[in-house]
């Protein structure tokens, strides 16, 4: 099984990702970033996509404007239109996807919604990386496809973002918030005849960090993944 994974920008976090995806056996991953050469070809010989986390996206992106509170020194613009690209490419090609903390809001962007670019001071204090990942209970929303995977209503999970979705893109629906009313996790309003979509604001691929890797938000997650994938290998023999 080979899953595509973009790179998150820095080598020791990467990893972090590499390792919880093959926490699950019959893995391979294939590390994507817009600094290779990836054609149509390879992307078509993926089983399955996760997108990762990492710098704000590209103002632009959502038609706002650079000068906001905690941006980054430099954006990566490239890295914005590479994995669009690759977000298209997986609905046309009906390829499972994952997205974490920054794809949650690339996606949402890609799908025409905006963010907020700085979620403010009260709010950064709950949720935004300082020296380790915070950490904040989550509501998850019954009747959804994360409710299914987690299997539960309450739960506490990491953090490390100061942005977060605005307007909710064209097609999504929210299925996890933060206590403060942040929206935490998004997926298919109707998956109807669509290919496995979800993403999460939090990092499933660290919450080993907080002696969370056996919980629902991290191994459940993976885990499903994985089957999903898995279904979709068979459906095509």
């Not at 996206?57 to 038609?63: A, D, G, N, R, T």
Request: hydrophobic share 35%.
């Amino acid at each position: 099984m080979k899953i595509g994974l973009t790179h998150t920008g820095t080598e020791e976090k990467h990893q972090n990702y590499i390792r919880w995806l093959q926490s699950s056996p019959g893995v391979e991953v294939i590390t994507l970033s817009a600094e290779t050469q990836v054609d149509d070809e390879v992307f078509g010989s993926l089983d399955g996509i996760v997108i990762s986390g990492g710098v704000d996206v590209h103002p632009s992106f959502y038609k706002m404007q650079t000068g906001y509170a905690n941006q980054p020194d430099t954006f990566n613009e490239s890295r914005d239109r590479f994995e669009t690209r690759l977000f298209e490419f997986s609905q046309a090609k009906q390829i499972p996807l994952l997205g974490v903390c920054r794809a949650l809001q690339l996606i949402n962007c890609i799908l025409g919604g905006t963010l907020i670019q700085d979620i403010g001071e009260t709010a950064n204090a709950i949720h935004r990386f300082d020296v380790n990942d915070k950490a904040h209970g989550v509501s998850i929303i019954p009747n959804t496809l994360l409710h299914t995977i987690a299997g539960k209503e309450r739960l506490v999970t990491n953090s490390a973002h100061h942005q977060a979705i605005g307007r909710l893109g064209s097609g999504l629906k929210v299925n996890c918030t933060s206590d403060d009313g942040l929206i935490e996790g998004i997926e298919w309003a109707d998956p109807l005849n669509r290919v496995f979509f979800l993403a999460v604001q939090w990092h499933p691929e660290r919450l080993f960090k907080c002696g969370l890797e056996d919980g629902p938000l991290s191994r459940n997650i993976r885990e499903y993944f994985i089957k999903v994938i898995e279904q979709s290998k068979k459906a095509d023999l």
